[in-house]
């Protein structure tokens, strides 16, 4: 008998590379495949990569480098090229060169014809590549391999048509496109009665969402449309840009019992000056009033946010206006950035003419980041005593004799293993007895909640075996 060919999907980037990544894996199996331990016992490779950064960019080719030794050895693997690098227009020519173990390439906005590619590439002894410019007007409804039975990834909003001048995602996802609002409910619904209980909509721009739909919608309408649904425990949103974070989307989320408490607000920058470079169209004064107004509103509310250190022409006055801001907002985590150069923005022209000194990008980097551990310590450590529901994600992976969850706003926290006692995606109620820069440590209060579950589903909760 046949065995099933094999498949292996690396994931680099965000959200949703990761969820792309499931629709690549749905319509795998959907074709007969089946999932690989690794890429070792893998038929087929899909690398689907992601262009934000130069490093990103360099773990993506250092990958495929790899795979060249193991396409020597097994003629008969496919390599498949994928995601925001391949819509990039100098990637093809570099792959046809220096990488030309790579049998198939496709982009962000055609994952729909993998089937056809790789039946293509099986007769073919050329690379097989297509990319598109732009995303078909209907998005095809394709089959999905979601990675747990507990957290769901949806998507609300394609593509970003906010052109910050450092940025290369509008040029590999195209421009913003919502999903009709019936559709992204009738998914949760279908969802929340297969059990997922923690949904995460994903936009690069989620409060952009709905204003190209007719009628015209927003994000708090789309809050608001899945609130009712019964088995979704945690409603989350990524990523939020500020400038379209509005008075109506707060009072919405303070109104809400399930939109989670989490809100992470890209700021970028604290210099108005920078910030006006950006394109980000929002001053410092009008970010920290929208932070004073989600405070108001969401007094539990634990801010996030991403900074970007190098920006070309950055003085010491800009970067000291974010080490200020930094220290007025307190966030709970910062994600730090050193600028990086991407061919064809406008910002990567202005990197030719005006560049901060590597070294002093570096230096900006460590006291970003000296100066966000203290906080983060410190927001850690008030949590101490508080009870909290974390959500386990399973062993972690440094200790397998501690649990590795999240809490609701987004804290990775950590549990004793108990003998006998399998937590794996449950949601798990616990005191915080100790905190780190990085994480939280916590103990068990009592038993994992079980979903509230959906009324339309004959499906009984299966105790633990506790
Ligand atoms: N759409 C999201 C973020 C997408 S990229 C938003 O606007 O918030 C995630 C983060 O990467 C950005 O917030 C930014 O801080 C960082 N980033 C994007 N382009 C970058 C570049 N060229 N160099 C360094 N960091 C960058
Ligand atoms: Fe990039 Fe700006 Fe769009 Fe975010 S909002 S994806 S940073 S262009
Ligand atoms: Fe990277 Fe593409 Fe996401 S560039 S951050 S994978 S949208």
Same mark, same amino acid.
């Given at each position: 008998m046949a065995t099933a060919p094999r498949y292996h999907i690396r994931t680099f980037g965000c959200q949703m590379n990761v969820r792309d990544s499931e629709i690549v894996a749905g319509q795998l199996e959907q074709m007969g495949y089946e999932r690989a %331990? =690794?890429? /070792?016992? *893998?038929d087929l490779v899909v690398v689907n990569t992601c262009a934000v950064r130069g490093s990103a960019e360099d773990h993506a080719f250092g990958y495929i480098g790899g795979l060249k030794a193991m396409k020597h050895e097994r003629p008969d693997l496919t390599v498949a090229f994928a995601g925001c690098?391949?819509?990039? &227009?100098?990637t093809i020519a570099w792959l046809k060169r %220096? *990488? &030309? !173990?790579?049998d198939v390439v496709f982009g962000t !906005?055609?994952? %729909?014809?993998l089937p056809d590619l790789l039946e293509r590439a099986a007769g073919s002894r050329e690379m097989v590549v297509d990319v598109w410019e732009a995303s078909p007007e209907v998005q095809p409804n394709l089959p999905s391999r979601r990675a747990d039975g507990t957290s769901a990834f949806v998507n609300v909003i394609y593509g $970003?048509?906010? #052109? $910050? +001048?450092? $940025?290369?995602v509008p040029f590999t996802r195209g421009r913003e496109q919502s999903r009709p609002m019936d559709d992204i409910v009738a998914e949760v619904r279908a969802l929340a009665a297969e059990g997922y209980q923690d949904v995460t909509l994903l936009g690069?721009? @989620?409060?952009?969402?709905?204003?190209?739909?007719e009628p015209a919608l927003d994000l708090a309408d789309l809050l608001a449309a899945l609130e009712?649904?019964?088995? @979704?425990?945690w409603l989350r949103y990524l990523t939020s840009h500020p400038k379209d974070f509005s008075q109506k989307l707060i009072d919405t989320i303070a109104a809400s019992?399930?939109? +989670?408490?989490h809100v992470h607000l890209p @700021?970028?920058?604290?210099?108005s000056a920078v910030l006006k470079k950006m394109n980000r169209k929002y001053t410092r004064e009008q970010y920290l009033d929208l932070v004073g107004r989600v405070r108001r509103a969401i007094p539990d509310a634990v801010l996030t946010t991403d900074v970007i250190v190098? #920006?070309? =022409?950055?003085?010491d006055e800009d970067f000291a206006d974010t080490l200020s801001l930094m220290e007025e907002v307190a966030f709970d985590t910062a994600f730090t950035f050193i600028y990086s150069p991407r061919a064809g923005t406008p910002a990567a022209r202005w990197e030719g003419r005006n560049p901060v000194p590597e070294m002093l990008k570096k230096d900006r980097l460590n006291r970003l980041m000296a100066l966000q551990y203290r906080i983060s310590l410190e927001k850690n450590q008030a949590w101490v005593g508080r009870s909290d529901l974390v959500l386990v994600e399973g062993l972690s992976r440094k200790d397998p004799n501690v649990w590795a969850g999240r809490s609701e706003t987004n804290k990775v926290v950590l549990l004793p293993r108990e003998a006998g006692v399998d937590l794996t995606h449950r949601f798990v109620p616990v005191r915080i007895s100790g905190a780190r820069t990085f994480f939280l440590t916590a103990e068990r209060t009592g038993d994992p909640v079980s979903a509230p579950l959906?009324?339309?589903? /004959?499906r009984v909760p299966v105790p633990l075996a506790l």
């Open positions: %331990h =690794g890429d /070792a016992d *893998a690098m391949a819509q990039e &227009p100098g %220096h *990488a &030309p !173990h790579v !906005h055609n994952l %729909h014809q $970003c048509d906010k #052109f $910050c +001048t450092y $940025c290369i690069q721009n @989620v409060n952009s969402y709905g204003h190209d739909l009712p649904l019964d088995g @979704v425990r019992r399930k939109v +989670t408490r @700021v970028q920058s604290g210099s190098g #920006f070309p =022409g950055e003085t959906p009324e339309w589903t /004959a």
